[in-house]
């Protein structure tokens, strides 16, 4: 597979990375730990070496995962995790609000090297910016994490134009993570222009609208309460039948290209920018390989006006997130 950087930082990934989050959290019960690692290790395989995962994902659960599955293939990988979720004292699966106080960081950085059976962290986020912690002070306290050799490079997710100014101030922000698909382009708008200026790459999550854009639901489909979906607006019923019609378009186009319409979204992505890494997760091989191969699907100019005009002509029902959850985001 083709590398990228991230901006000028430095940082060189496979041009489309594998998110893991859904392998032990969020999408329902957790794959087999042994079936996941033996994907993940696949993926190396298959030429990705770009690996995301976070503390909140399980909770832990998930940096044990990547940690053992990249164990033997450390040198050959880069592995981004994230910090700043206070995670529930009784143990339950949702964090219980943020926390990115600098003591905090670093109790969290310790943790996660040791989950994660490494001597550094490749890429470091702040998950959800914190309202009351300076993101000077955040950034301050990673600039002292990469000084010690615990990490290499500094990373926001979902964070505000303006924010990510002022921590970029402080030190290099190499990457930024947010929601950025056919069917969610907020970051379009004011975060794209301000990483396109500074130079900081860009790393779409949730690049196939959280499995919709893969043509994998129907107007009959439901979500269970362990699937995060189950809350959110545009997978309720009536919002997840509407949206549907954006699916049967795309898959149209997909078809003139030999393609699915999962490939068409992943593709797009990548002919934004030079400096966007997508990372699509999954827990199958198959779907593994199909989301590889977007990467080798090339789209002329029409082709993208066709896919943007059918984005435009089926207007999204519901927004990204639930409420309480929107009020983390973009900070």
């Known amino acids: ?44 395989e298959l030429g990705v070496t770009f690996f995301d995962t976070a503390e909140v994902y399980g909770p ?35 964090p219980v609000g943020v926390n990115s106080r600098p003591d905090h960081i670093k109790a969290v950085a310790e943790a996660a090297l040791k989950r994660l059976r490494t001597d550094h962290i490749d890429l470091f986020y702040q998950h959800r910016v914190d309202p009351s912690v300076p993101i000077e002070d955040v950034a301050g306290a990673v600039a002292d994490l990469v000084k010690a050799g615990k990490v290499k490079y500094f990373g926001l997710s979902e964070a505000s ?22 069917w969610s382009r907020d970051p379009e708008k004011e975060v794209l222009p301000v990483l396109e200026e500074l130079e900081i790459g860009f790393v779409p999550y949730s ?10 639901f129907s107007a009959q ?16 019923a009536g ?26 979204a992943l593709a797009w992505l990548l002919a934004k920018k030079p400096w966007i890494v997508p990372i699509p997760g999954t827990r199958k091989r198959a779907r593994l390989e199909e989301n590889i191969a977007a990467a080798e699907l090339s789209l002329t100019p029409g082709d993208i006006q066709a896919i943007e ?23």
């Not at 597979?1 to 991230?6: G, I």
């Open 1 to 44: 597979m083709k590398t990228r950087k991230l901006g000028i930082s430095g940082l060189e990934v496979s041009s489309l990375g594998l998110g893991c989050m859904g392998m032990s959290w969020a999408y329902g019960a957790a794959g087999d730990p042994k079936e996941m690692i033996t994907l993940i290790r696949n993926a190396v």
């Open 60 to 94: 832990k659960v998930n940096e044990e995962l990547v940690g053992e599955a990249l164990a033997p293939l450390r040198d050959k990988v880069v592995i981004a995790t994230k910090f700043g979720f206070e995670l529930d004292p009784q143990g339950g699966p949702r």
């Open 161 to 182: 134009a303006a924010t990510i100014r002022k921590a970029h101030a402080v030190h290099p922000v190499a990457a930024v993570q947010s929601e950025y698909s056919l």
């Open 207 to 216: 690049p196939l609208g959280r499995g919709f854009l893969a043509g994998a």
């Open 221 to 236: 489909s439901t979500f269970g309460a362990g699937d995060f979906r189950s809350s959110h607006p545009r997978f309720q």
């Open 239 to 264: 919002a997840l039948q509407k949206n549907l019609s954006l699916i049967d378009t795309l898959k149209a186009i997909a078809a003139a290209k030999n393609a699915t319409p999962g490939q068409l």
């Open 309 to 331: 005009s059918a984005v435009s002509a089926n207007t999204i029902e519901g927004r990204r997130y639930s409420d309480q959850e929107m009020t983390m985001l973009n900070l």
